[in-house]
Nanobody
Framework: QVQLVESGGGSVQAGGSLRLSCAAS????????FAWFRQAPGKEREGVAA????????YYADSVKGRFTISRDNAKNTVYLQMNSLKPEDTAMYYC?????????????????WGQGTQVTVSS
């Protein structure tokens, strides 16, 4: 098992940047796929970025491609989501998730370990 703790959310104006962090503990960190999901009120949870266990492959949803970057720091057992050029429609609760078999096309049902979430609010 792996435990996940997110941080870094907050409020920012449109065009601004935030970096979310996901600190992992427990099982061997390098065996897991990691993904970031978000959920806005009244909407389904959607996967916005994913990272393979090796760190060599990434996935981005079309809505964030070119603006968000997922990365990992193995020395710190931490996964990051750098979010640039933020838009009001990026406002949501953001969740970090991990699974040995999560895959690069992030679907919530394929990820068994979740953080508590961190709120991102982008104002126009």
């Amino acid at each position: 098992q792996v435990q996940l703790v997110e941080s870094g959310g907050g409020s920012v104006q449109a065009g601004g940047s935030l970096r979310l962090s996901c600190a992992a503990s427990g099982d061997t960190y390098s065996r897991y796929y990691f993904a970031w999901f978000r959920q806005a009120p009244g909407k389904e949870r959607e996967g916005v970025a994913a990272l393979s266990s090796s760190g060599a492959s990434t996935y981005y949803a079309d809505s964030v491609k070119g603006r968000f970057t997922i990365s990992r720091d193995n020395a710190k057992n931490t996964v990051y989501l750098q979010m640039n050029s933020l838009k009001p429609e990026d406002t949501a609760m953001y969740y970090c998730a991990a699974d040995k078999f999560g895959g690069l096309l992030p679907r919530p049902a394929r990820y068994n370990y979740w953080g508590q979430g961190t709120q991102v609010t982008v104002s126009s």
